[in-house]
Nanobody, 119 residues
Framework: QVQLVESGGGLVQTGGSLRLSCAIP????????IGWYRQAPGKQREMVAQ???????DYADSVKGRFTISRDAAVRTVFLQMNSLKPEDTATYYC?????????????WGQGTQVTVSS
């Protein structure tokens, strides 16, 4: 079973920066999509950023121009660089990896890391 481990969350003031990391163990399936999601209290989990189809990237409108998703060449670590943070960015952030082998599709999530932005 794939186990993802997020790190890098913490408390930061408005306008500050954080970089989240997600360690990805070697998988027995081909990874098609890697991404970051977040969930704030009382709200649904939402997609923040993802990489798919090789190097294509997608971002939520609320984070465009402020957040950047990236990965290392071996796809062993995925990052989320967060700049110009706002209080509304406060949430638990989750790493996600999706892919497939010749038999089935896979979808794995990390345990989450807390990001709190103070005003």
């Amino acid at each position: 079973q794939v186990q993802l481990v997020e790190s890098g969350g913490g408390l930061v003031q408005t306008g500050g920066s954080l970089r989240l990391s997600c360690a990805i163990p070697q998988t027995t399936f081909s990874i098609n999509t890697i991404g970051w999601y977040r969930q704030a209290p009382g709200k649904q989990r939402e997609m923040v950023a993802q990489i798919h189809g090789g190097d294509k990237t997608d971002y939520a409108d609320s984070v465009k121009g402020r957040f950047t998703i990236s990965r290392d060449a071996a796809v062993r670590t995925v990052f989320l660089q967060m700049n110009s943070l706002k209080p509304e960015d406060t949430a638990t952030y989750y790493c996600n990896v999706a892919g497939r082998d010749f038999q089935r599709e896979y979808n794995y999530w990390g345990q989450g890391t807390q990001v709190t932005v103070s005003s």
